[in-house]
């Protein structure tokens, strides 16, 4: 060793120090849900006549700018008061409201020991009482003269001295007992729990929780403990411990031993915290988290609690700073590409010490590089490495590479990172998306975060099982709406070759909707931390083709919001400039009042009539459809007559699957199809959803606004509905949506083979609806309508021809997504179809020539239930799964589309059942309980592998009236080194 480095060496306490290691922090936790008031909260020194969504009395006194007391509602004579003042004397109170609209209040205090009244009018955001250097008590203030906009809310009440500080309030006493951050708290009452892990999934949905965010409690408090050993060696001036949450839903709060360590807002974020100070060598510490949700601040189910994985990562004071290593590909050709790597090297110790960067590409290596780090500082080094006849990533051979990272002090190697990347060229261009000089039209969808019977925590084998499924309806691109993705994701679309536009934010400044709640809150003080954190972790990923700062926030038509989007805009381009920066736009004059003009690619939501007008006058700016359709439908439910409107379909809390219906703002699939074949230069859409989720049940998502729901419906049935939701209090029963593609258990809806048919036009397929078990319907007309990649199809109805079908105008046209569409344009339709019981047969041609054959049949009565299980071998991590997807059949091995009977799940061995579904929107069942129903013949069973477990297992599935079923399972054995890692 050089021996002017050996004092910096002794100094940073590295001589023994290794590099970095990284395991998982996810087993080992107890976990309790407090519900909406955290236990050990102190007493509040304010009070109030009641509060509205969260916003408690002692929000107006926390000191933080971004909480509010709000009072209940819109009404006069709402009060905030404060018991006891300062100890100084005061000299002004200061109110800062929510807003500054004009209204009247009467303050009352007791000052030197003397009752005060006044009335005050308050016309602006900020109102000053001057006391004038008395003591203060009894504070009260009661507003009056508001109204529906301009309910009573103070986001701050502060009594200030002469100098005008802030004084402090009596601090009151605690509730009796320890907190649960602290290690003598008796949490005997806690249950075992693994993360990732959503504490409100594991509920049956509830009948007083809106509907809105899918009926299950995932609002108020949870905590979670663990303890863990640390060495006895252990020297916070030779190691650090650091703990990096991929995301906690919400607001977490971090404490090692009782001490605050760290925390967080964003409950999408990713971040870290150091807990090196506050651990005790040789000793069990503790790790407790609260985390907290606030009603009103979402719009579809969250999840709730440490819903994705928490690690633990041991460096020594000097190490590659968090997502350190940032790799960009310059220059990438089919001969050669350029490989650029920025490393930052982070020095958390007391002196200054010199490193050399080395980097290793398969067999290609680059020269290394020294570089000094001053103390409490980092240094950035920047390298590079030369490919020929790099392998490129694509969505058709997705290659991957490795960049490994070693920084060196001395001989020894003290820290190494492996950074997976794929080497390609990303085009926005007027024309469209180019990968490789190849345009590629953007087959994409939106997906929000939960997993359906999973709820939010994420299991990565679930998410890939998303993939392949919409990889087989011809999908390329998903757009994470509306929030970071856990990081997983993005592996697993680089994997698949799935372009991704990753999305930040669906609330920015204002206030969105009624989500008092929101993001708005944070803002100010929180969003450029969760920008900087988004960009690092997800930058390396080749998937990734554009940044989404927002979608649909007010901010489009705000004075303010063009500026708004420009300061994020830049701040996303500090620390990626490689990638285009976008938004979802829904407001039709963002496109010309500036806001549009900020972004490199502008994202049209639900305008497909726009498409030409925007190319004739944006000729220079990409753009496309960043979120289309919103059609509905749940699976094989069908109601008739069949009528081609957009508030048709929706009837006894389902919808028609026709694939016709969607809400005031959307359309049905084939407006979209219609106005990108007429502009070319869309680059290509995201539908609204691949599959559903949990919450936001359109059209039956405002619970009792379900009158605008029935205009299909007979007077009778439109009573009995009407009577059934009154003794529901009100409250609609649908628990998730009915956007996707394909239903919450994973099972296709009929649109996912229109989607085929248009994403995959090489694939011969052809797809008929609906199902034909109609008993009572004879001779009466139920359309018949085939999706399929073919041009012509000929209809048979129990051998006899229905006539044959082209695509094109010819056959009627109808209008949504203001266009005038063919019925024929994009699928086949036959709307005169009388049913009677047999066999529909259709026989696809494309080009003049056979192409594709299907049928549907009248079943029998299911005789057994029918299994596909996707894998029938899992390893014994506590992480891996199988998929179980049951049908009930008849003895021809149809499936029975109508039948809904009881079945109950079993196992035994070296698994365990952890959820099940099947796609219902309006079934309460919890989706962890083993007692379920079929919905329309089909249900979902998800087994996973006990940890550190091996051996066969066995799943026993009994539907009601039928044989049992048993289902093998093997779980594999997992090395004591690779679980720690898992």
Not at 413 to 418: E, G, L, P, S, W
Not at 472 to 498: F, Q, W, Y
Not at 740 to 762: C, E, H, M, N, V
Not at 812 to 817: D, E, K, P, V, Y
Request: net charge neutral.
């Amino acid at each position: 060793m050089n021996m002017q480095h050996i004092l910096p060496i002794m100094a940073l306490g590295l001589a023994c120090a290794q590099a970095g290691e990284r395991s998982t922090f996810d087993f080992g936790w107890k976990f309790k849900y407090f519900g909406p008031q955290a236990p050990g909260e102190k007493i509040s020194a304010a009070t109030c006549d009641g509060y509205q969504a969260g916003h408690a009395a002692q929000d107006a006194i926390d000191g933080k700018p971004g909480t509010r007391w709000c009072a209940p509602n819109g009404g006069s004579g709402h009060w905030l008061a404060v018991k006891n003042g300062p100890k100084e004397k005061v000299d002004t109170i200061r109110i800062v409201w929510e807003n500054g609209n004009r209204k009247e209040a009467i303050v009352e205090y007791v000052a030197n020991g003397l009752p005060v009244q006044e009335t005050i009018t308050v016309d602006k955001q900020e109102t000053e009482i001057k006391v004038g250097g008395r003591t203060v008590s009894d504070f009260k203030i009661t507003v009056n003269g508001t109204g529906p906009n301009n309910w009573a809310s103070i986001s701050e009440l502060t009594f200030r001295n002469k100098g005008g500080h802030a004084l402090k309030l009596p601090v009151p006493e605690s509730k009796a007992g320890d907190a649960p951050e602290k290690p003598s708290y008796d949490d005997r009452d806690f249950k075992p729990v693994q993360l990732p892990h959503d504490w409100a999934i594991e509920s049956p949905f509830l009948k007083d929780e809106p509907n809105e965010t899918g009926k299950l409690p995932w609002n108020g408090y949870g905590w979670y403990r663990k303890f863990f050993n640390v060495p006895a060696d252990f020297n916070p001036e030779s190691q650090r411990y650091y703990l990096d949450f991929d995301g906690v839903m919400a607001c977490p709060q971090v404490y090692v031993n009782g001490k605050k360590a760290g925390e967080w807002a964003y409950g999408y974020a990713s971040f870290r915290v150091d807990i090196t100070r506050f651990l005790k060598p040789g000793k069990p510490n503790l790790v407790a988290v609260q985390a907290s949700n606030k009603p009103s601040s979402t719009r579809w189910y969250p999840g709730a609690g440490i819903y994705r994985h928490v690690w633990l990562e041991k460096t020594a004071p000097l190490h590659i700073a968090h997502w350190g290593v940032f790799v960009t590909t310059p220059q990438v050709s089919a001969d050669r590409a350029t490989v650029k790597i920025q490393t930052t090297v982070e020095n958390t110790g007391s002196q200054e010490a010199q490193v050399t960067v080395q980097q290793k590409i398969e067999s290609q290596r680059n020269n290394s590089k020294v570089v000094r780090v001053a103390p409490h500082s980092t240094a950035v080094v920047e390298q590079e490495i030369h490919l020929n006849l790099p392998r490129l990533w694509s969505c058709e051979n997705p290659n991957l590479y490795n960049v490994e990272t070693t920084v060196m002090l001395g001989s020894r190697a003290i820290d190494k990172k492996t950074t997976s990347f794929g080497l390609r060229n990303a085009e926005w261009r007027p024309e469209g998306f180019f990968l490789n000089g190849k345009r590629v039209q953007l087959n994409g969808v939106c997906e929000h975060h939960d997993l359906g019977p999973l709820g939010s925590a994420f299991h990565s084998k679930a998410y890939e099982r998303k993939i392949i499924k919409l990889k087989e309806m011809g999908c390329n691109s998903i757009r994470m709406t509306h929030n970071p993705p856990a990081p997983e994701v993005l592996d697993l679309c680089d994997k698949h070759g799935i372009l991704v536009l990753d999305e930040m934010f669906d609330i920015w400044k204002h206030q969105k909707y009624d989500k008092v709640n929101g993001y708005h809150v944070f803002w100010e003080e929180w969003w450029k931390k969760d920008v900087q954190n988004f960009v690092m972790r997800d930058r390396n990923h080749p998937c990734i083709i554009a940044w989404s700062g927002g979608n649909e926030i007010p901010e489009i038509t705000t004075g303010d919001g063009v500026q708004i989007n420009k300061e994020l805009r830049d701040e996303f381009r500090k620390y990626d400039t490689t990638r285009a920066y976008t938004c979802g736009v829904n407001a039709e004059n963002g496109a010309w009042n500036g806001f549009g003009d900020v972004l490199d690619a502008y994202g049209y939501n639900y305008k497909p009539w726009a498409y030409g007008q925007y190319a004739e006058k944006k000729p220079d700016k990409p753009f496309y459809a960043s979120e289309t359709t919103s059609c509905v439908a749940t699976r094989d439910t069908y109601f008739f007559p069949v009528r081609w409107g957009l508030g048709a379909g929706a009837r006894a809390f389902q919808v028609s699957a026709y694939g016709l219906y969607a809400p005031g703002w959307g359309y049905c699939p084939d407006a979209e199809f219609t106005a990108q074949d007429a502009n070319p230069n869309v680059a290509g859409e995201y539908v609204w959803t691949g599959f559903d989720y949990i919450g936001e049940p359109t059209p039956y998502n405002q619970d009792a606004s379900n009158i605008g729901n029935t205009q299909d419906m007979t007077a009778a049935e439109r009573d009995a509905l009407m009577k059934q939701l009154k003794e529901m209090g009100s409250k609609a029963p649908s628990r998730s949506s009915y956007f996707g593609i394909i239903d919450l258990a994973g099972f296709p809806k009929d649109t996912y083979y229109l989607y085929q048919s248009r994403w995959r036009p090489q694939l011969a397929q052809a797809h008929i609806l609906p199902h034909w078990n109609w008993q009572g319907r004879e001779g009466q007309v139920t359309p018949v309508m085939v999706f399929s990649s073919g041009d012509e199809a000929e209809l048979f109805l129990n051998g006899k021809s229905l006539g044959v079908r082209k695509r094109g105008m010819d056959g009627g046209t109808f209008n949504q997504g203001r266009q005038t569409i063919g019925k024929n344009a994009y699928r086949f339709v036959w709307e005169d179809v009388k049913y009677e019981p047999g066999t529909l047969e259709v026989v696809v041609k494309k080009d003049g020539n056979e192409w594709a054959k299907a049928t549907r049949v009248t079943t029998g009565e299911a005789t057994a239930v029918k299994h596909v299980i996707d894998t029938d071998t899992i390893d014994g991590d506590g992480r891996d799964l199988a998929f179980i997807e049951l049908a009930l059949t008849d003895k021809d091995g149809n499936v029975v589309p109508t039948d809904c009977r009881k079945v109950s799940f079993s196992v035994e061995g070296a698994a365990e059942l952890v959820g099940f579904c099947n796609g219902n929107p309006i079934d309460w069942t919890c989706m962890q309980d083993p007692q379920q129903s079929f919905f329309n013949g089909r249900i979902l069973a998800v087994v996973r592998g006990k940890r550190a477990a091996s051996g066969p297992a066995t799943v026993t599935i009994k539907a009601e009236g039928l044989p049992e079923v048993k289902v093998p399972v093997k779980v594999k054995s997992v090395s004591p080194e690779e679980l720690n890692l898992r």
